[in-house]
């Protein structure tokens, strides 16, 4: 049985005019696994996710969590889902503690269960020593980490989380991404929403592409750098014209002074990279990255 | 009403009040001053004491009720435990209650306060106190399910714009509707005090102090309003409240 399940899940806002947020989107999220909703903004990611988690009905189409029917069973599927929502807060007063406690209070456990619970939420986050401080005297990320601590005391199966590492710096944006692999290690399932391509690559099983309400390419990270036919990329610096690379059809794209080339394989990139130094420019080769594959998908791309 | 339910009320009552109470103990006392406000005036200008001291119990329960019901749904939205509540399995009257709950034991010590003084100085008794006790906790829920159904109804207003509004309703409810004076003030407009929650549950109070007279079918269509009043408002709120969004 899937996590996760959706099947032709369709979302049409009706406002001043209708706005198709989700367009018939189909997904399959396997249990124990690290899955991420990848897309830029407005590609529907939270959409689903809000739909997914009971808080927004759907206006066609199905979606499961554990077999349970998120229209039908709301109940049953929140006893099995801890949500961590888009530029979530936190209450000035409250401590990471308390988060975590009452929380956990409100899951049904006891007293006592929810203590432990707090407290093995906060360790995994770590944010023990900072429990009894209160949220105001936090950093961005303590407090972001606070709220991850507060879904993570809950035990659920599923975790949630809408972009969790957003206006984070590098540094506590890895100690986030740590924390979600070690959910996944200890068994959880996790269903990430980001629009961070290196987080998506970093953290994934797997991961879907989103664009404008669809699911455009589904896969490990692997799997979707894969639907690229150019595997490589050759960074140059200068003028590209001498190189006559645009000549003979390769994509180009241009940065101010830099150009990226994509190419099919490795010699054919360490070709450009050779040519390139010999005519006394920079350049510098890599095998193409997630981003590069979903710029090329989503279509934002000038060549 | 299940024990999970009872059990999530009285967590959410706590964690909407004791976090705050802890750290801002100040703030039980913040709707108790403004309420005391015109009891100045009233102390000064040498009226009817028992007047002023009803009419801040009152206009407690008002800016509790309604302010307060507004602002914290306002807030939980803002900062999205609304959210995370929503998906966890916690009944909505739970949430509701918890919610409206929270603020009255902020600002138990200052009712407590009022309810010392009105019985120190004699104007209720022990027994007229059950009967303003009922009427003020029917004022209550009448005007927290006013303040969830404004609430629903401006989903997309800002905090702001629901603060400035919740305290406006407050204000207004509080101190215009005769809370603090005696309805005779109005003439034969004084019906306009069975209109409103508040200024009706101060015209019950005044009744069972002594200070008001009216026939007996009067104080029952009083009570009848009240409880009608209060019956309209939840289930209103019962009925358009969602707690999953269209």
């Given at each position: 049985m899937d996590a996760v399940k959706s099947s032709n899940l369709v979302k049409v806002y009706y406002s001043k005019e209708a706005v198709?947020?989700?367009?018939?989107v189909n997904i399959s999220i396997r249990k124990g696994e690290l899955f991420t909703l990848l897309g830029p903004n407005g590609a529907g990611k939270t959409t689903f996710l809000r739909i997914i988690s009971t808080q927004l009905f759907p206006t066609k189409g199905g979606a499961y969590v554990l077999g349970y029917?998120?229209?039908?069973?709301p109940n049953e599927v929140r006893k099995h889902i801890a949500v961590v929502p888009q530029d979530v807060a936190t209450?000035?007063?409250?401590t990471p503690l308390e988060y975590a406690y009452y929380f956990s209070l409100l899951r049904g456990m006891t007293k006592h269960e929810a203590k432990v619970a707090a407290k093995k939420a906060l360790e995994a986050v770590e944010l023990w020593d900072l429990r009894n401080r209160t949220c105001r005297t936090l950093s961005g990320g303590e407090k972001k980490r606070a709220i991850i601590a507060s879904a993570l005391s809950s035990d659920a199966d599923i975790f949630m989380l809408d972009e969790p590492t957003s206006g984070l710096d590098a540094v506590a944006r890895r100690n986030v991404w740590a924390v979600l692999r070690e959910m996944v290690e200890q068994g959880k399932t996790i269903l990430l929403t980001t629009h961070i391509m290196e987080e998506a690559e970093m953290v994934s099983d797997r991961l879907v592409i989103m664009h404008m309400g669809t699911a455009i390419a589904e896969g490990t990270p692997e799997e979707i750098k894969r639907l690229a036919k150019e595997k490589f990329r050759v960074v140059v610096e200068g003028d590209l014209n001498s190189l006559g690379l645009v000549e003979n059809g390769s994509r180009v794209v241009k940065f101010g002074s830099k150009w990226i080339v994509y190419v099919r394989d490795e010699d054919e990139a360490l070709g450009i990279v050779g040519t390139a130094l010999k005519k006394g420019l920079k350049a510098e080769t890599a095998p193409v990255t997630l981003e590069d594959v979903f710029v090329k998908l989503v279509g934002g791309e000038t060549d | 009403m299940n024990l999970k339910v009872v059990k999530d009320v009285l967590v959410i009552t706590a964690l909407k009040s004791l976090p705050d109470l802890k750290r801002q103990p100040l703030v039980m006392f913040l709707v108790g001053m403004i309420s005391s406000l015109p009891l100045y005036f009233i102390i000064v200008f040498g009226a009817d004491i028992s007047y002023g001291l009803i009419g801040a119990m009152v206009s407690t329960i008002s800016f509790i009720g309604m302010n307060a019901a507004i602002q914290d749904i306002a807030w939980d939205r803002y900062v999205k435990i609304r959210e995370m509540i929503v998906a966890m399995p916690v009944h909505p009257i739970a949430y509701a209650m918890g919610i409206a709950l929270a603020p009255l034991m902020i600002s138990a010590p200052s009712l407590i306060f009022f309810v010392a003084v009105t019985m120190w100085l004699g104007v209720l008794t022990l027994s007229s106190l059950l009967w303003a006790a009922v009427s003020l906790i029917l004022c209550w829920a009448a005007l927290s399910s006013v303040g969830f159904l404004i609430s629903t109804y401006l989903k997309k207003a800002s905090p702001y714009t629901l603060n400035n509004l919740a305290n406006i309703l407050g204000i207004g409810l509080g101190f215009i509707p005769p809370v603090y004076y005696p309805e005779e003030m109005l003439g034969s407009f004084s019906w306009i005090a069975a209109v409103f929650p508040t200024s009706n549950t101060a015209s019950l109070i005044r009744v069972y102090s002594g200070s008001l007279s009216l026939p007996f079918e009067m104080v029952v269509m009083r009570w009848l309003i009240l409880v009608a009043t209060t019956i309209v408002f939840a289930v209103l709120t019962i009925s358009k409240a969602r707690w999953r969004e269209n």
């Amino acid at each position: 049985m899937d996590a996760v399940k959706s099947s032709n899940l369709v979302k049409v806002y009706y406002s001043k005019e209708a706005v198709e947020a989700l367009k018939g989107v189909n997904i399959s999220i396997r249990k124990g696994e690290l899955f991420t909703l990848l897309g830029p903004n407005g590609a529907g990611k939270t959409t689903f996710l809000r739909i997914i988690s009971t808080q927004l009905f759907p206006t066609k189409g199905g979606a499961y969590v554990l077999g349970y029917d998120v229209l039908a069973q709301p109940n049953e599927v929140r006893k099995h889902i801890a949500v961590v929502p888009q530029d979530v807060a936190t209450y000035g007063n409250f401590t990471p503690l308390e988060y975590a406690y009452y929380f956990s209070l409100l899951r049904g456990m006891t007293k006592h269960e929810a203590k432990v619970a707090a407290k093995k939420a906060l360790e995994a986050v770590e944010l023990w020593d900072l429990r009894n401080r209160t949220c105001r005297t936090l950093s961005g990320g303590e407090k972001k980490r606070a709220i991850i601590a507060s879904a993570l005391s809950s035990d659920a199966d599923i975790f949630m989380l809408d972009e969790p590492t957003s206006g984070l710096d590098a540094v506590a944006r890895r100690n986030v991404w740590a924390v979600l692999r070690e959910m996944v290690e200890q068994g959880k399932t996790i269903l990430l929403t980001t629009h961070i391509m290196e987080e998506a690559e970093m953290v994934s099983d797997r991961l879907v592409i989103m664009h404008m309400g669809t699911a455009i390419a589904e896969g490990t990270p692997e799997e979707i750098k894969r639907l690229a036919k150019e595997k490589f990329r050759v960074v140059v610096e200068g003028d590209l014209n001498s190189l006559g690379l645009v000549e003979n059809g390769s994509r180009v794209v241009k940065f101010g002074s830099k150009w990226i080339v994509y190419v099919r394989d490795e010699d054919e990139a360490l070709g450009i990279v050779g040519t390139a130094l010999k005519k006394g420019l920079k350049a510098e080769t890599a095998p193409v990255t997630l981003e590069d594959v979903f710029v090329k998908l989503v279509g934002g791309e000038t060549d | 009403m299940n024990l999970k339910v009872v059990k999530d009320v009285l967590v959410i009552t706590a964690l909407k009040s004791l976090p705050d109470l802890k750290r801002q103990p100040l703030v039980m006392f913040l709707v108790g001053m403004i309420s005391s406000l015109p009891l100045y005036f009233i102390i000064v200008f040498g009226a009817d004491i028992s007047y002023g001291l009803i009419g801040a119990m009152v206009s407690t329960i008002s800016f509790i009720g309604m302010n307060a019901a507004i602002q914290d749904i306002a807030w939980d939205r803002y900062v999205k435990i609304r959210e995370m509540i929503v998906a966890m399995p916690v009944h909505p009257i739970a949430y509701a209650m918890g919610i409206a709950l929270a603020p009255l034991m902020i600002s138990a010590p200052s009712l407590i306060f009022f309810v010392a003084v009105t019985m120190w100085l004699g104007v209720l008794t022990l027994s007229s106190l059950l009967w303003a006790a009922v009427s003020l906790i029917l004022c209550w829920a009448a005007l927290s399910s006013v303040g969830f159904l404004i609430s629903t109804y401006l989903k997309k207003a800002s905090p702001y714009t629901l603060n400035n509004l919740a305290n406006i309703l407050g204000i207004g409810l509080g101190f215009i509707p005769p809370v603090y004076y005696p309805e005779e003030m109005l003439g034969s407009f004084s019906w306009i005090a069975a209109v409103f929650p508040t200024s009706n549950t101060a015209s019950l109070i005044r009744v069972y102090s002594g200070s008001l007279s009216l026939p007996f079918e009067m104080v029952v269509m009083r009570w009848l309003i009240l409880v009608a009043t209060t019956i309209v408002f939840a289930v209103l709120t019962i009925s358009k409240a969602r707690w999953r969004e269209n």
